[in-house]
């Protein structure tokens, strides 16, 4: 199973696709199994196609359906069950009232700038 993260839809009212008709696009590419997210833009979906090949497939799609551009990143289960299994919380931490786990994916990898940037920021 395959995950696709789009970036910048629905929000604010900018790019506003309907997930009933996200969910027909993607199965009109022959991907299986389609489930949609709330407005998230997350779906999930099964294909054997590449990370990068379904990443090309799916920005063409809805550049020509919509006549927007959308960014759009695939990951597998796997790696996401990975991801969520190296987190460095309890199960408790996980589920305490008002507690949330926030998990971002980049397109590229940063500078160093970037990066150093990052390290300045103080969360305290």
Known sequence: MKISLL???NVSGQKK??????????ESLGFENVVTYIQS??????SNQSEDALISLIEKA???KYGFDVPVQVRDTKALNSI???LP???LDLVSEGTRVMLTFLASLPTAEHIENLNELSLS
């Open 41 to 46: 833009g997350n779906i999930i979906f099964k």
């Open 84 to 86: 969520i299994n190296a």
């Open 7 to 9: 970036r910048g839809i």
């Open 89 to 91: 919380f309890s199960e």
């Open 17 to 26: 696709i309907i997930m009933k008709d996200l969910k027909a696009l993607y």
């Open 62 to 64: 809805i550049a020509n």
